[in-house]
């Protein structure tokens, strides 16, 4: 058995709201798991769960094999970066990082050498005697992460821990984050609503809608293969295209766009999804009117209208388009992905009628 | 131009200031100088005379003992009840905002109001202490009457009044306190006694300061209690600093002595201040 976690079932229920139904998952040893997902999605009561800071109305949850659904949080073998960092104001930097050593009772000796190493892994050394107050933001999150790091529990929790960061070092913060992640061999558990963070960084990404799981797997497999209408428009940015096929007039159009591809009988509710890098300018598809073109340096992303319904499209470089313009669109027929008027896909359908 | 502007929106409340206390307390520092004057013989300059007698007066001396004994039982237990309350209604707990306002309540009686009910507890064999003690066999006894308890009976009662109002800072400190901190403690493996101890007591340590400075300023300048259960008696054994001043002013008319006293009375809070400031700020950690 190693140190991995596993969440069979789990519930929680406020009186006759269920913020999370019965979710379920394992996070192998020594990897990182990403639990993604809009705000009030249950994410962060997971977290909690796991931690033992608020109790489970059912299910399990066992780290390395051992049930810890009712133990005291400080005997699970879990460590936890808050969203607010959770430091103790009045203390040094050095006494914040120690403070769980000194409670369980370790060592001066064993202390200081714990807090030394820690200190040097987040780059820290040089601030030790500071008040957290006297940090900036980032070396505050650095903090935080020491404190986890020292109290040397097999499983990490983190609870969005790079959301009060500015874009630039939040995005240095992800790459040192998943290093010391590896490095340590630690187990993660890392709750954000950032699809970035969790492309970035995870193994494994559990993505949650209304405190259910609505698909889980690798980032690039929720990417390539989403199953539902909502993991096709949360995961990637900018995120997918989804047009109702009823809305629209004439379906000639949209098959022209993809050399004729052939589209069910009923399209009843049904949506056709295709992701904007996916999209070319040809001279012959499916018509389109240019509404807006925002330039963000390596390429740009543009706002289409077909009928009455709006196209995203990202194309590398400078678009030279006008306003106004009418334009034709293309793409490959292994890029659509077409959603069932339940959100389900397609394939998904067939296997589960 | 831009300077009138700026003396003339000063001026309101420096009027204020000067008025009702700079030169007060001016002018009281400067008849601490001058005799008690009468229609015979008018008043006049003396140097300090009036300290020599202060410091030669027997009452004077016993008033600021017992002051010193009534600080010293009231400010501590006072301040330690508040905080036991404070954490107390902090958490959830059954008809939270009643308890609440039961340890509130006391603060916002009229001292006088206060007097009144605290006399008939005190009274001797009616009052509600000795129908008490009666009932296991004791008994009656005359609690503010007898020099050896009299003290002791408005100390109860002052801390009785202060601990409520107390809380209300302690709570509100306490309710800043962000709840991950508690959580990180808890995940840490930290028990209840330790987080209060190395988090929660340091952390309200301001309020603690300001709480503490506000007991001792309280505990000098208590008169309506005094005034209504025991005119300081019986033997001065309740007579208190500020209370003396007032029979001094009032009653004796010695309106000269009286600023005496006075003078006595804000160089002691002055130095008390001073002291707490310098000697707490080093450990109190301001956000």
Request: charged share 20%.
């Amino acid at each position: 058995m190693g140190n991995d976690l596993q969440v069979v079932c789990l519930e929680k229920r406020w009186g006759d709201f269920t913020a999370v139904d019965r979710v379920s998952f394992t996070v192998a040893e020594s990897t990182l798991c990403v639990l993604l997902g809009p705000s009030g999605c249950g994410k962060s009561t997971i977290l909690r769960m796991i931690a033992g800071l608020e109790e489970a109305s059912g299910g399990s949850i066992y780290i390395a094999g051992r049930d810890v659904t009712t133990i005291d949080p400080a005997r699970r073998g879990v460590s936890m970066v808050f969203q607010s960092y959770a430091l103790f104001p009045h203390l040094s930097v050095g006494e914040n990082i120690v403070f769980g050593l000194k409670v369980r009772k370790i060592g001066a000796t064993e202390r200081a050498a714990r807090l030394r190493q820690a200190a040097e892994l987040v780059g820290l050394a040089e601030l030790l005697e500071r008040k957290p107050a006297q940090l900036s933001g980032g070396q505050q999150q650095r903090v935080a992460l020491a404190r986890a790091i020292v109290s040397q529990q097999p499983v990490c929790l983190m609870d969005e821990p790079l959301s009060n960061l500015d874009a630039k070092l939040r995005s240095e913060m992800r790459s040192e984050i998943r290093a010391l992640q590896k490095r340590l061999g630690l187990t993660m558990v890392y709750v954000t609503h950032d699809q970035i963070e969790a492309m970035t960084m995870a193994d494994q990404v559990i993505l949650l809608k209304d405190g259910r799981v609505e698909q889980s797997g690798p980032p690039h497999e929720l990417y390539e293969r989403p199953a539902t209408a909502f993991t096709a428009g949360f995961i990637g940015a900018p995120p997918m295209n989804l047009l109702v096929l009823d809305e629209l007039p004439n379906l000639n159009e949209i098959k022209a766009a993809t050399d004729d591809m052939s589209l069910p009988r009923s399209p009843a509710g049904m949506r056709y999804g295709v992701r904007p890098e996916d999209i070319e300018l040809a001279e012959d598809g499916l018509s389109a009117r240019v509404e807006a073109v925002d330039f963000l340096g390596a390429g740009s992303i543009i706002t289409l209208h077909h009928q009455n319904q709006q196209l995203l499209a990202s194309c590398s470089g400078r678009a030279a388009l006008t306003i106004g313009q009418q334009v034709y669109l293309r793409w490959p027929p292994e890029a659509v992905h077409l959603f069932s008027a339940n959100g389900r896909t397609e394939a998904e359908e067939s296997i589960h009628p | 131009m831009k300077h009138v502007y700026g003396w003339l929106l000063l001026t309101p409340a420096a009027i204020l200031l000067i008025g009702f206390t700079h030169y007060p307390t001016l002018r009281t520092i400067g008849e601490s100088f001058f005799s008690r004057g009468s229609s015979l013989r008018p008043s006049r300059f003396i140097g300090l005379d009036n300290y020599r007698a202060m410091f030669d007066d027997p009452i004077f001396w016993k008033v600021l003992t017992n002051n010193l004994w009534f600080a010293l039982g009231t400010i501590p237990t006072s301040i330690i009840l508040a905080l036991t309350m404070a954490l107390l209604v902090n958490r959830a707990l059954p008809g939270r905002a009643l308890v609440r306002m039961a340890f509130f309540t006391p603060t916002i009686l009229p001292m006088i109001a206060v007097a009144n009910i605290w006399l008939f507890f005190y009274t001797p064999d009616i009052g509600l202490i000795d129908q008490i003690l009666s009932l296991v066999g004791i008994s009656g006894h005359n609690w503010l009457g007898d020099p050896a308890t009299v003290l002791g009976a408005i100390i109860v009662m002052t801390i009785w009044k202060e601990a409520g109002f107390f809380m209300i800072f302690y709570l509100a400190a306490l309710q800043h306190l962000p709840p991950e901190l508690r959580e990180a403690s808890r995940l840490e493996g930290a028990g209840r006694w330790h987080h209060f101890r190395r988090v929660t007591f340091p952390l309200l340590m301001p309020t603690t300061l300001f709480v503490l400075i506000n007991a001792v300023i309280n505990s000098f300048k208590l008169v309506d209690h005094l005034f209504i259960l025991t005119k300081g008696g019986p033997n001065n054994a309740s007579n208190l600093l500020l209370y003396y001043i007032f029979e001094t002013a009032f009653s004796y008319f010695d309106t000269n002595f009286a600023a005496t006293l006075t003078v006595a009375l804000l160089f002691l809070l002055a130095l008390m201040a001073l002291a707490q400031f310098y000697l707490l700020d080093k450990r109190v950690h301001y956000r």
